[in-house]
């Protein structure tokens, strides 16, 4: 064979790293996204007061609301989890023209302010509400309680793992799922043990950007479920209080709320670096 044709066929050699496909300027306006993030809150944390940092942030109503939200944000994710991931399972595999529909409705807390949600859910929930009045009439409470705290937090935050979970599955594709039903695999075990399994960064994402958005809501929850102190007042609530009365506690506490939501979105990346090597 001649050489020119030995040349030719042979594979292309790698010239350049992929890092060095990137546009020259585009790491401009990143700069500057990332500036607009960090910035203000490297400004919060010059304005703490370290000599009484400690001090500030274990005080019983402090360690009251941080106990709290970390509690309803845990159990606001698993129980998204129960009912998001189904949803985002029939968004994503559904052919029918009223899944836009279903999709729309799911997805509207991403957009509505979370103090017209807490007002929809205290018109559902609440005494006089469909749902509340019925639970009422049976001795059960919902409004301006813990479990309020855990129902506005699910409301707000269900719409992010929902939408991340279905975009995992629609960049996924169905190929895998119908090479196991035409090996004879149930549909359950299908979803199992191929979906789940394939899916799992996905599914680790949409778990963390529903954790953190829970441990931060603060609309939904001050009018859905008030401010009652070991109660419903969360670490977001606590810090509202705190804004009014005593700043230096308040910026104290938004700084552990910072730093809890990077530790979490930090391991999550962790995770999701060792799934995809």
Do not use: K
Request: hydrophobic share 50%; with cysteine; glycine share 10%.
């Amino acid at each position: 064979m001649p050489a020119r044709q030995t040349r030719q066929l042979s594979p292309p050699r790698r010239s350049r790293r992929r890092g060095q496909s990137v546009p020259w300027w585009l790491p401009v306006p990143a700069a500057l996204g990332g500036l607009f993030v960090v910035v203000p809150v490297l400004a919060m944390v010059g304005r703490v007061d370290w000599g009484s940092f400690v001090a500030l942030v274990t005080s019983p109503a402090s360690r009251t609301a941080l106990g709290l939200s970390l509690g309803t944000a845990a159990a606001t994710t698993g129980i998204a989890f129960v009912l998001g991931y189904p949803l985002a399972v029939v968004f994503a595999r559904s052919t029918s023209r009223w899944t836009g529909v279903a999709r729309a409705v799911v997805l509207l807390p991403l957009v509505l302010p979370p103090v017209v949600g807490g007002l929809a859910l205290l018109a559902a929930f609440g005494r006089l509400g469909p749902i509340g009045a019925f639970l009422d009439d049976h001795g059960v409470r919902i409004a301006f309680t813990t479990a309020a705290v855990v129902i506005a937090q699910t409301f707000v935050s269900m719409p992010f793992l929902v939408s991340s979970i279905e975009g995992a599955l629609r960049v996924g594709g169905d190929r895998y799922e119908r090479v196991a039903a035409t090996l004879g695999a149930s549909p359950t075990r299908t979803f199992l043990t191929v979906t789940t399994p394939r899916i799992l960064p996905g599914i680790t994402a949409g778990l963390v950007l529903c954790f953190a958005r829970a441990l931060g809501e603060f609309g939904a929850t001050l009018t859905f479920a008030g401010s009652l102190q070991g109660v419903t007042r969360t670490l977001p609530l606590e810090i509202y209080l705190q804004r009014e009365i005593d700043p230096d506690t308040a910026v104290a506490l938004s700084l552990v709320l910072v730093v809890v939501a990077v530790v979490v979105i930090g391991v999550s990346s962790l995770r999701n670096r060792s799934v995809l090597a």
